[in-house]
């Protein structure tokens, strides 16, 4: 566990002395993934909305017949 450990430390001081636009360039490619990954996620909440209303259920209760974190 100590090489993982000192592999992400090395990795890590590594990031920071990264040229700023590599590290601009990172910020865009998380950003965009992050994007990306709401835009998903609000794809998937029409869904189980669709879903919920053709049950003529709650959302809440489709969270759980499809065994979904319910946390939001």
Not at 28 to 49: C, F, P, R, S, W
Not at 50 to 68: G, P, Q, W
Request: charged letters at 30%.
């Amino acid at each position: 566990m100590k090489s993982s450990k000192g592999k992400a430390r090395r990795k890590a001081k590594k990031q920071i002395n990264l040229p700023d636009s590599t590290k601009v360039a990172q910020l865009k490619h998380i950003m965009k993934l992050m994007h990306e990954y709401n835009n998903l996620k609000d794809a998937t909440q029409l869904v189980i909305g669709a879903l919920a209303a053709m049950k003529n259920v709650s959302i809440r209760s489709t969270h759980e017949m499809y065994d979904l974190p319910n946390n939001e």
